[in-house]
């Protein structure tokens, strides 16, 4: 598979906003282990080997074990992951396939128990950058690095 095309030279002032809204998310309320963890599984749910390729080495990087990283493409069925991770699992897959699962109300409320307002809303925001950057790296093929 070849790259279609450098979405970075191609519109840089567009890149500009998805990098700045991607800047914001280093400064939410969310623990940065849990969000490379769900940027890991948003990304595996998109089918972006790209950015599944990125966030597991900024995952190893800030400290998270192999062993619950290949373990976040099934981590309904492992006991690796806390509940506070677990819902934001659940959030970020009911989120991130939007117009299949309308967001049903039994994850937002698993949601909410462990999470507070502000959590939640910028929990969905993180969500929608690494979303925004699958969609850019799928649909133009960027591979990951050799």
Not at 14 to 29: H, P, V
Not at 70 to 80: E, G, L, Q
Request: hydrophobic share 45%; with cysteine.
């Amino acid at each position: 598979m070849e790259p279609r095309l450098d979405y970075y030279t191609a519109s840089p002032e567009a890149l500009k906003a998805i990098l700045a809204l991607e800047a914001a998310t280093f400064d939410l309320s969310i623990e940065k282990p849990l969000l490379e963890l769900v940027k890991v599984r948003v990304s595996q749910v998109n089918n972006c080997a790209f950015c599944a390729d990125m966030h597991a080495l900024e995952a190893r990087r800030s400290g998270e074990s192999e062993r619950r990283l290949y373990a976040v493409a099934v981590w309904r069925d492992s006991p690796f992951f806390t509940e506070r991770e677990r819902a934001a699992l659940a959030w970020c897959e009911a989120v991130t396939l939007l117009s299949q699962s309308n967001v049903p109300d039994e994850v937002y409320q698993q949601l909410r128990s462990q999470f507070d307002e502000r959590e939640a809303v910028d929990l969905t925001v993180a969500i929608s950058a690494i979303n925004c950057w699958n969609r850019l790296a799928v649909s133009f093929r960027q591979l990951p690095a050799l």
